[in-house]
C-alpha cells in the first residue's frame, strides 16, 4: 500500500509526496493531543469517554506511527546480513567519493583525507561484485593514485 502511494517505478522514494503526508500526519497526531483536553467534557459516560480518548491516542496517531515504521522496516539493514545496494546508490557512492577526493586537494590534510576515501571505497570494492566491483575498484585505484602523488610514492594502494 505504501509503496504503490510513496515509491516510484525505479524504487525511489517520492519525497514530496512522503514529506506532505508526513506532515498531514504530524498535524493530525497534535490535533488528537490538543482534543484530548476535551476529554472531561464526557465525563458523563466512560464509553464515550473512552472511545474519544482511544480516538484521539490511538487512531489519530497510528497513520504517522505506521509511515515511520514503514520507512524504518523499508530501510531496515539486518547486523550479519550484507548491504545491498543499488546501481543507483553504489553510481552515487562512487560519484560522492570522487567529489570528496577532488575537494580534499584545498584542504590541510588532504592525506589524512584521502586514505580515508580509499579505505571507503576499498571497502566497498570488498562488498560488492561484477561490475559494480569493476566501478569499485576503479574509484579506489583512482583515489590511491591520488594518495599516491601526494605522498610522493609510486604505490597504489598501500595504507
Known sequence: MFSAAFVDSSGRLRMRRLFHAIFACVLVALLST??????????????????????????????????????????????????????????????????????????????????????????????VGGDAKVDALTVALRIDERLAEVRGTSTAHGS
Open 34 to 127: 490538543v482534543l484530548l483536553v476535551a476529554t472531561p467534557v464526557f465525563a458523563g459516560s466512560e464509553l464515550i469517554q473512552g472511545i474519544w480518548v482511544l480516538t484521539c491516542v490511538f487512531f489519530m496517531k497510528m497513520p504517522l506511527v505506521t509511515i515511520l515504521w514503514w520507512l524504518i522496516w523499508r530501510n531496515k539493514e539486518v547486523p550479519g546480513r550484507p548491504v545491498e545496494w543499488s546501481h543507483d546508490e553504489l553510481a552515487g557512492i562512487f560519484e560522492h567519493l570522487l567529489r570528496q577526493a577532488r575537494h580534499a586537494a584545498r584542504a590541510h590534510d588532504e592525506q589524512a583525507r584521502l586514505a580515508y576515501l580509499s579505505k571507503e571505497a576499498w571497502n566497498i570494492a570488498d562488498r
